[in-house]
């Protein structure tokens, strides 16, 4: 699992969901012909989060990008075409409809989540392009997806750092490293 997944579900974690990570969807061969991928291997999610006390089902795309510019808002703007392949889920409607209909049958056939879970489709992201993070969010708004950047995560990292001990990675090294900017 990589290390930014484990951050961000351990942040799910406090906020009451249960959460799997690389949680595979087993499309059929219909569902594949529909997303025009005939030979696609199982669709892999990066954290699947769920909160039974209100039935609600979180897909987390985990992209932390700290050595590199950052997400960009224009491959959420359909400016950078290329770049979107980063992103299918959210710049393929049809992908996004197609996994994410199987992920609910999935998860409710398996006893996950009871049924008619309402579903959000979030990103985590560890760095923005250039100052981007209130243009991603108001963007995000506009679809109905979450999108959690680096203020966000760090706001929740800070909370972790506050909290009671807890023996995960993400809490440890929060009290380690958040200790000293108290």
Known sequence: MDSFEQVVAAILQRRGFWTLTTVKVELT????????????????????????????????????????????????????PKDETRYKLFCDATLRGVVLKRLVTQFVEAGFCAPNPSLTLCL??????????????????????????????????????????????????AKLLLRASR
């Open 29 to 80: 061969k219909a569902e594949k012909r529909d997303i025009g991928r005939h030979s696609s291997p199982r669709w892999e999610l990066d954290i699947v989060a769920y909160r039974g006390s209100s039935n609600e089902l979180a897909v987390v795309e985990c992209k932390s990008f700290l050595d590199s510019p950052g997400v960009r808002c224009d491959v959420f703007e359909g400016t950078r």
């Open 124 to 173: 985590a992201a560890g760095k923005i392009y250039r100052g981007e993070e209130a243009k991603l969010e108001s963007i995000f708004n506009q679809h109905g997806w979450r999108f959690w950047g680096p203020s966000f995560i760090r706001s929740e990292l800070e909370a972790l750092r506050d909290s009671a001990y807890e023996n995960t990675v993400a809490a440890v090294v």
